[in-house]
C-alpha cells in the first residue's frame, strides 16, 4: 500500500543515514583525537581500567624519580666508603713500616695523622641532600634510608600499598673512630699495637663499602625494572585506547560510502509519493 501522509522507504532511510552519520562523527574523533576510547562513554570498562593503569604509571614515574635519588644517596657514600679503604691502606702500609727499629716514628704519625684527618673529613662529607649513610644516623634521627621501590596493588581495584628499600647506614662514625681507637705510634711495641687495630679497621671498611655497593647495585636493578614497567604499562593502555589509524581510516572511508548511499536513498524515497500523481492523471 502507498501513502501520501506516510513515507516508510523514507522513514527507513532517514534512519540508515542517522546511523550512518552517528559512527562517521565518532571515527573522525578517534582520529583527530588518536583515541578510540577517550571518555567513559565510548567503553566504560576500557575507560575505567585504562585511568586506573594511568594512576599506576604516574605512581611509578615518580618512584623512577625516587629511586634515582636514593641511587645517587648511595653512590656518594659508597664512593666515600671506597676512599676510606684506601686510606686505610695507605695507613697500614705506613704502621707497618713502622715496625722497624731505625725509622722515623714521629714523622710516620705525622702522616698516619694527616690520613686520619682525611678519613674523618670523608666521613662527614659523603652525604647527598641532608642523608650520610656513613654516619651512624643517616639524617640526625634514623639509621637508615628508605627509598620507596615499587607499588603493590592487589586486584583491580584493590589496596595499593608501598613498598620500601632500607638503606642501613654502615656507622663508620663510631667504628672508625681512629682519633681514639688507633694507638699513637712512639716506637716498635705501639706500631705492633696498631697494625692489630688498623686492620681490624679496615675490614670493618672493607664490609660496609661492599654493603653499599651492594645496596647501589640493587636500586639501580630497581630503577631500570620501574623503568620497563612503565614502558610496558604504557604500551598495555595504548593498545587499549589508542586509535589503530589503518584500521579508522579503512573504516572512514566505507561510512564516507555509505553516506552517500544513504543520502541517494533518501532522495529516491523522498521522490515516491510524486509518483502516486501518475494514478489520477
Known amino acids: 500500500m502507498s ?3 506516510t513515507n516508510n522507504g523514507a522513514m527507513v532511510a ?7 552519520n552517528d559512527d562517521l562523527g565518532k571515527t573522525q574523533t578517534s ?43 648511595v653512590a656518594v657514600a659508597s664512593a666515600g666508603a671506597e676512599q676510606i679503604v684506601e686510606k686505610l691502606t ?30 674523618e673529613s670523608i666521613i662527614n662529607a659523603a652525604q647527598f641532600n641532608g642523608a650520610n649513610l656513613l654516619k651512624d644516623l643517616v639524617d640526625g634521627t634514623e639509621s ?9 596493588r592487589v586486584g583491580a581495584g584493590g589496596t595499593v600499598t608501598a613498598v620500601e628499600i632500607e638503606i642501613d647506614a654502615v656507622g663508620f662514625e663510631s667504628s672508625l673512630d681512629l682519633t681514639n681507637d688507633l694507638t699513637t705510634i712512639t716506637d716498635t711495641a705501639t706500631a705492633a699495637s696498631a697494625l692489630g687495630e688498623i686492620e681490624t ?4 671498611a672493607i664490609t660496609g663499602a661492599a654493603a653499599l655497593g651492594a645496596d647501589a647495585a640493587r636500586i639501580e636493578d630497581q630503577s631500570e625494572f620501574v623503568g620497563n614497567l612503565v614502558d610496558s604499562m604504557t604500551m598495555g593502555v ?22 552517500d548511499l544513504a543520502t541517494q536513498s533518501l532522495t529516491i524515497a523522498n521522490e515516491a509519493p510524486s509518483s502516486l500523481l501518475q494514478l489520477f492523471r
Open 3 to 5: 501513502s501520501i501522509l
Open 14 to 20: 532517514l534512519q540508515t543515514l542517522k546511523s550512518v
Open 31 to 73: 582520529i583527530s583525537t588518536g583515541k578510540e576510547v577517550g571518555t567513559a562513554k565510548d567503553n566504560s570498562a576500557v575507560w575505567a581500567i585504562s585511568k586506573t593503569m594511568d594512576s599506576d604509571i604516574a605512581g611509578f614515574e615518580a618512584i623512577e624519580e625516587g629511586l634515582a635519588v636514593g641511587e645517587a644517596t
Open 90 to 119: 695507605e695507613m697500614k702500609e705506613l704502621i707497618v713500616s713502622a715496625q722497624s727499629e731505625n725509622v722515623d716514628h714521629g714523622k710516620i704519625q705525622t702522616d698516619i695523622d694527616s690520613k686520619v684527618e682525611q678519613v
Open 144 to 152: 637508615s634510608l628508605g627509598v620507596l621501590a615499587s607499588l603493590d
Open 201 to 204: 679497621f679496615l675490614q670493618t
Open 238 to 259: 595504548s593498545t587499549m585506547t589508542d586509535t589503530n589509524m589503518e584500521e579508522a581510516s579503512a573504516r572512514l572511508s566505507a561510512l564516507q560510502t555509505q553516506q
